[in-house]
Antibody, heavy 122, light 112 residues
């Protein structure tokens, strides 16, 4: 079955760049969009953005100026970079598969990685 | 402040039925965009529970059902079980500003 395995640095200082990767195993990579979602400790979920195998991206407008999501189709991997982090970026970051459904606005997340806790502290 | 509003908590005894509401506006649910629901058990990643307003992925018990009307949606859980104790999130799309996928703030279900 399809699995998402994610990894990256868990402790950052303010102003540094968060960098996470997510690998897709056991299924098609090119037939989907792939997304990053985060969850601050004790709080709700926030969509960060998404990418497809061709590199077409959509971003949350509130984070767009600091975020880059990229793809490496040779490895069935996609990555997240978030620049100039602050304590407010402390969260569990999830990678997820986006299931296409009717209109693009109606897509949903049908498979999730285990999450990576990223802490920003001086 | 989430674009989609959920009650912070709901509770029910085993065997009872509970509903979780998700209230939006004319720029999201009211605009006709579908609503999806996720279950997050303590310490785990969210899991898809309902997609496209009222569809269950395979493996999700039929005790879980979704509905949508106007600018709101609801998740109903019948025959409550202890294992249903979790956080529940609704998700849709909001077309204001440049558009974004959005989540509700989450609802903690306690099984008494």
């Amino acid at each position: 079955q399809v699995q998402l395995q994610q990894w990256g640095a868990g402790l950052l200082k303010p102003s540094e760049t968060l960098s996470l990767k997510c690998a897709v195993y056991g299924g098609s990579f090119s037939g989907y969009y792939w997304s990053w979602i985060r969850q601050p400790p004790g709080k709700g979920l926030e969509w960060i953005g998404e990418i497809n195998h061709s590199g077409s991206t959509n971003y949350n407008p509130s984070l767009k100026s600091r975020v880059t999501i990229s793809v490496d189709t040779s490895k069935d991997q996609f990555s997240l970079k978030l620049r100039s982090v602050t304590a407010a970026d402390t969260a569990v970051y999830y990678c997820a598969r986006v299931q296409l459904w009717f209109g693009a606005q109606d897509w949903y997340f049908d498979l999730w990685g285990r999450g990576t806790l990223v802490t920003v502290s001086s | 402040q989430s674009v989609l509003t959920q009650p912070p908590s709901v509770s029910g005894a085993p065997g009872q039925t509970v509903t979780v509401s998700c209230t939006g506006s004319s720029s999201n649910i009211g605009a006709g965009y579908d609503v999806h629901w996720y279950q997050q058990l303590p310490g785990t990643a969210p899991k898809l529970l309902i997609y496209g307003n009222n569809n269950r992925p395979s493996g999700v018990p039929d005790r879980f059902s979704g509905s949508k009307s106007g600018s709101s949606a609801s998740l109903a859980i019948t025959g409550l079980q202890a294992e249903d104790e979790a956080d529940y999130y609704c998700q849709s799309y909001d077309s204001s500003l440049s558009g974004s996928r959005v989540f509700g703030g989450g609802t903690k279900l306690t099984v008494l």
